[in-house]
C-alpha cells in the first residue's frame, strides 16, 4: 500500500528469503529450517540482504518490512544510513494484540511473486486465489501456523521488543494501533509519512 501510494520502494527480508527458498539458492536453503521453525536468521546475513538491496534500490527513499529486528541489526542500520546520508524519518509500530497476530495469521495468504497480503476471509480470494497485481498464486505460509507463531513472538519478546525504546531515544518512533482493519491503519501510516516528508 506504501509503495502504491507514496512511490516508496518497500523491501522485507521475510519476502527475500521465501524467494531465494522458493529459488533454491544456497542462501535459502541455509535458512530455510531457521525461518519455517520461526527463529530468527543471523544478523550478518540479514545486513548483507539489506545492504545489497540498498545497493540497488537505494537512493530515493525506501521503507523495511521486519527489519531491523535486533539491536545489532538497528545499530547497523543507523551505520549503513549514515554512510548513504540519509536520515532515519521513520520508525512505525504496528501494536498488535496476541489474538490478532493469532486471528491473522491463520487466515493469512500471500502471493508467491510479489508479496500481497490479504486473507482467506475475504471471500473473491477464497474463490480464486489469485493475486489482483501479478496473477501470481497466493498461498499459505509455511510458516503460519500456531506452534511456529510461539516461536516467533518469543523472539520478539526478548530481541525486537528493546527496539521500542532504541527509536523512542531516537526521536522516531510512532505507535500506531495495529488492531483496526488495514484501511483505518494505512490512513495513520499515510499521515505520518506526509508529515514526515
Ligand atoms: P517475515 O516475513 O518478516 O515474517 O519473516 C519471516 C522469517 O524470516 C522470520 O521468522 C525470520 O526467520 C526471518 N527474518 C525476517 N526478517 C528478519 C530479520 N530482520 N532478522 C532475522 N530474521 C529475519
Known amino acids: 500500500m506504501i509503495t502504491r501510494q507514496f512511490g516508496i520502494p518497500v523491501t522485507s527480508p521475510g519476502a527475500i528469503l521465501r524467494r531465494e527458498r522458493d529459488l533454491g539458492t544456497a542462501l535459502g536453503l ?12 543471523p544478523d550478518k546475513i540479514i545486513v548483507e540482504l539489506i545492504e545489497d538491496w540498498l545497493r540497488l534500490h537505494g537512493g530515493h527513499g525506501f521503507v523495511f518490512d521486519g527489519f531491523p529486528r535486533t539491536t545489532p541489526q538497528a ?5 549503513i544510513l549514515q554512510s548513504h546520508r540519509t536520515p532515519l524519518d521513520l520508525a512505525l509500530w504496528l501494536e498488535v494484540s496476541e489474538q490478532t497476530v493469532g486471528d491473522r495469521i491463520l487466515s493469512r495468504l500471500q502471493c508467491q511473486s510479489c508479496g500481497f497480503t490479504t486473507s482467506s476471509t475475504s471471500a473473491v480470494f477464497a474463490s480464486r486465489p489469485v493475486c489482483p497485481y501479478c496473477d501470481g498464486p497466493l498461498v499459505r ?17 526478548a530481541k525486537t521488543q528493546p527496539l521500542a525504546d532504541f527509536y523512542e531515544k531516537l526521536g522516531a518512533l510512532r505507535r500506531i494501533d495495529g488492531n483496526r482493519d488495514r484501511e483505518a491503519v494505512f490512513a495513520d501510516i499515510s499521515r505520518l509519512i506526509e508529515q514526515a516528508a
Open 141 to 157: 505460509r509455511n510458516d503460519d501456523d500456531v506452534t511456529v507463531l510461539r516461536h516467533r513472538l518469543e523472539e520478539f519478546n
Open 30 to 41: 541455509e535458512t530455510a529450517e531457521t525461518t519455517q521453525l520461526g527463529g530468527l536468521v
Open 75 to 79: 545499530e547497523s542500520l543507523q551505520q
